[in-house]
């Protein structure tokens, strides 16, 4: 005879070959993220997934200590942790105890440790941040001397301001000694008394953009006394120095914008000024003579003779409704009352006399209306239209009505 299982005593099974297997209690998976999802609860359910396969994963909110960066779909990520049986759905999964990036993973977590610690110091506290200048004549910048970010500086910082004065300190932004040379760089822009800088360079892998991820910069930002804006990387790479500085820009191109105040539209703003301060006064001079008029229309209207004048005509329109409403009052009682003589008309005896019918009673008054009443003998009284009569019944018969 067959054996036959259950479903949970078949999971229950293939469970127990999971944990009996030494393999599967701790390995290390590569692989890129996908369906990555962040629970309410705390957990967060992602796959990793190659060109060969996927595994479905769960890392359990007590675990999230050994996740030190926001995971995300297309992340690629090395995974460590046990695979096992959810035995209620019988399917395998790694429960992952740890997750770092791979390949810049290393640089990834020293820039978050110091990022950490920088905070933890209060280097990147709000209440440090200097505002940006409205308007300003001198600029420095701390970049490459050749590049599309200085010439991006420049061209749109003349465009927006021709009278604006550049000033270019030529740093190593990439390799060894860059994280010096950005340093010297706002230090002797800072001791020229320039107004603003900017501190930038184009985009990069986390390789090119580490001399910006140095404690060194974030120092130089930090006790920088002129308002700096740093503008490192793509819209998407943030940099120590992002954290350090006034106020980040996502592009070198954006942080011009920023800095330099388009000369152009602060002369279009002084003309619209202008012209707003004209419509005011005059719109104020109009509301003042509308007043005026109102104040001579309330006047006349709060006059002595006026008001005599519109009581007088309320009384008489107050005295024509009353008499309007009596006459529509006593016709109505008119109408009633004639409708009430039509229906005493219609009920009085005589009217039935006069229309052929007439009134049968007994010796003793009492109207006669059935043979039963009467008997051969009885004297019975006739009432017509213009007298009675009397006879005596003879005969009696029974007739139906129909």
């Known amino acids: 005879m067959k054996n036959i299982y259950s479903v949970g005593q078949v999971n229950r099974y293939v469970k127990n070959m999971f944990a009996q297997d030494f393999f599967l209690q701790k390995l290390y998976v590569k692989g890129e993220v996908s ?8 957990h967060v359910y992602f796959s990793l997934k190659d060109e060969t396969g996927v595994l479905s994963c769960v890392m359990f909110a007590g ?39 791979d390949g ?42 050749t590049g599309a970010a200085v010439q991006d500086i420049r061209n749109i910082s003349l465009r927006r301001n021709p009278y604006l004065q550049i000033i270019l300190y030529p740093a190593l932004v990439q390799g060894e000694g860059a994280a010096e040379s950005i340093s010297r760089g706002i230090r002797m822009l800072d001791a020229a008394e320039v107004d603003v800088i900017i501190v930038g360079r184009g985009g990069g892998s986390i390789e090119d953009l580490w001399a910006f991820n140095e404690e060194e910069v974030a120092r130089a930002i930090f006790e920088c006394r002129t308002p700096v804006i740093s503008a490192v990387g793509h819209e998407t790479d943030f940099t120590i120095a992002d954290f350090a500085a006034d106020l980040r820009a996502p592009t070198p191109s954006a942080a011009a914008e920023l800095a330099v105040d388009d000369f152009r539209s602060i002369v279009e703003s002084v003309k619209t000024y202008e012209e707003r301060l004209n419509r005011a006064m005059w719109g104020r001079v109009d509301l003042l003579r509308s007043r005026l008029s109102q104040y001579q229309v309330r006047i006349q209207y709060l006059s002595p003779q006026n008001r005599l004048r519109e ?28 409708i009430y003589l039509e229906r005493f008309a219609g009920l009085s005896p005589l009217r039935k006399l006069n229309q052929g019918y007439s009134y049968v ?13 009467a008997k051969p ?12 009569m009397e006879a005596i019944v003879e005969t009696l018969r029974k007739e139906e009505r129909v």
């Open 311 to 338: 009581n007088r005509q309320r009384l008489a329109d107050l005295e024509e409704r009353i008499r309007g409403a009596f006459d529509r009052r006593m016709q109505d009682y008119r109408h009633r009352l004639s």
């Open 104 to 145: 810049a993973g290393a640089l990834y977590e020293r820039f978050l440790q110091l990022k950490t610690e920088l905070e933890e110091m209060g280097m990147f506290a709000q209440e440090y941040k200097q505002p940006i200048p409205k308007f300003i004549r001198r600029l420095g910048v701390v970049t490459a001397p």
């Open 35 to 42: 369906n990555c999802k962040y629970h309410t609860s705390g």
């Open 63 to 101: 675990h999230r200590r050994g996740l030190s960066f926001r995971m995300k779909d297309g992340d690629r990520v090395v995974v460590g942790g046990t695979v096992d049986v959810y035995e209620r759905d019988g399917r395998y999964q790694l429960y992952a105890k740890e997750i770092t990036l």
């Open 377 to 388: 003998g009885d004297r019975l009284t006739i009432s017509v239209t213009d007298g009675s």
């Open 361 to 373: 009673a007994d010796e003793q008054g009492k109207a006669v209306t059935s043979i039963t009443q």
